[in-house]
């Protein structure tokens, strides 16, 4: 029979964020395997058990205790009125690690203008309770319905506006769409059930597991840098190197020459590498990064 006192349940989003969610636990030392049948993962660590759900629903497990744990938007959590512990927050999504915003639009060629045109008509969204607060906030009454998905093309035939999420816009564009005010920003956030949180075993389990977490996050499109230099140029070195903290400095076994490593953003690599051999650094190798805890 399995001990749940020596066993943490992790909810992970399944959808658009199960392949990057999934990439972040193996750069943090986790190895999940999922089958395409099931939404039980396997994972390398007997301590843990993975649940694959949608991301809507992980906040109301973890708070009524089917989960200890899991990753869920900031925006379900509020959206559901969730009471759970929020532990730390992961900027990642599937193109780019930027929030992504639940935002109020309308047809290009709408006349409703501001929130207050809204008065009295029929709005779509996912985000049913998120979109009713923020109606309420601005002393606006319209109908909100929720939306089984394909949002966008509601409007205008079926419904007056809706309340969709978006990361570059692109698709709203797309659908002829226009941006009438943001309503939330919303990032992946680790939460925990309170009971959980106050079981010392299981909050041990999951602080360490948040710390990994942030580390691999930290990691991303950052690398490694370390090359030989002659000890004269040293100066000249540090002032040229945008290093996320001072390097490493040490001196080589051959007279007047110093080893130097460093970390900084990946993108910068490409530009740095020519200035650096020309100071006079050889030797220089860049390496991958799986974790940068601070």
């Given at each position: 029979m399995e001990d749940n006192s020596r066993t943490l349940r992790v909810g992970l989003p399944s959808g658009s964020l199960q392949e990057p969610?999934?990439?972040l636990f193996?750069?943090?030392?986790?190895?999940?395997?999922?089958s395409s049948r099931s939404y039980k993962p396997t994972v390398d660590d007997p301590e843990l058990v993975i649940r694959l759900l949608r991301a809507q629903e992980i906040s109301r497990y973890v708070e009524h205790g089917y989960l200890d744990c899991g990753?869920?938007?900031?925006?379900w959590i509020e959206n559901n009125g969730s009471d759970v512990v929020r532990l730390g927050e992961f900027v990642f999504s599937k193109t780019s690690a930027r929030p992504t915003r639940w935002v109020l639009a309308v047809p290009e060629d709408s006349a409703i203008k501001s929130v207050k045109d809204l008065e009295g008509k029929?709005?779509?969204?996912?985000?049913?309770?998120?979109t009713?607060?923020?109606l309420a906030k601005h002393g606006v009454k319209a109908e909100v319905e929720f939306s089984w998905g394909a949002t966008e093309v509601k409007v205008p035939d079926l419904v007056d506006a809706i309340v969709d999420v978006t990361e570059t816009g692109s698709s709203l564009r797309a659908n002829k769409l226009r941006i009438l005010e943001t309503i939330m920003e919303s990032v992946p956030v680790f939460c925990a059930n309170k009971a959980a949180h106050a079981d010392a075993w299981k909050r041990q389990k999951i602080e360490r597991l948040v710390l990994l977490l942030q580390g691999a996050l930290a990691a991303r499109d950052k690398v490694g840098l370390k090359m030989n230099l002659p000890e004269a140029a040293l100066d000249g070195l540090l002032k040229a190197l945008p290093a996320l903290r001072r390097p490493t400095v040490s001196k080589l076994t051959e007279e007047g020459w110093v080893a130097v490593e460093t970390i900084m953003d990946e993108k910068i690599?490409?530009?740095i590498i020519p200035t650096l051999k020309l100071l006079g650094a050889e030797g220089i190798i860049e390496y991958p990064l799986n974790k940068v805890v601070y």
């Amino acid at each position: 029979m399995e001990d749940n006192s020596r066993t943490l349940r992790v909810g992970l989003p399944s959808g658009s964020l199960q392949e990057p969610t999934i990439s972040l636990f193996a750069k943090a030392g986790f190895s999940i395997s999922v089958s395409s049948r099931s939404y039980k993962p396997t994972v390398d660590d007997p301590e843990l058990v993975i649940r694959l759900l949608r991301a809507q629903e992980i906040s109301r497990y973890v708070e009524h205790g089917y989960l200890d744990c899991g990753l869920t938007g900031r925006d379900w959590i509020e959206n559901n009125g969730s009471d759970v512990v929020r532990l730390g927050e992961f900027v990642f999504s599937k193109t780019s690690a930027r929030p992504t915003r639940w935002v109020l639009a309308v047809p290009e060629d709408s006349a409703i203008k501001s929130v207050k045109d809204l008065e009295g008509k029929l709005i779509a969204t996912e985000a049913v309770e998120m979109t009713r607060a923020f109606l309420a906030k601005h002393g606006v009454k319209a109908e909100v319905e929720f939306s089984w998905g394909a949002t966008e093309v509601k409007v205008p035939d079926l419904v007056d506006a809706i309340v969709d999420v978006t990361e570059t816009g692109s698709s709203l564009r797309a659908n002829k769409l226009r941006i009438l005010e943001t309503i939330m920003e919303s990032v992946p956030v680790f939460c925990a059930n309170k009971a959980a949180h106050a079981d010392a075993w299981k909050r041990q389990k999951i602080e360490r597991l948040v710390l990994l977490l942030q580390g691999a996050l930290a990691a991303r499109d950052k690398v490694g840098l370390k090359m030989n230099l002659p000890e004269a140029a040293l100066d000249g070195l540090l002032k040229a190197l945008p290093a996320l903290r001072r390097p490493t400095v040490s001196k080589l076994t051959e007279e007047g020459w110093v080893a130097v490593e460093t970390i900084m953003d990946e993108k910068i690599v490409r530009e740095i590498i020519p200035t650096l051999k020309l100071l006079g650094a050889e030797g220089i190798i860049e390496y991958p990064l799986n974790k940068v805890v601070y």
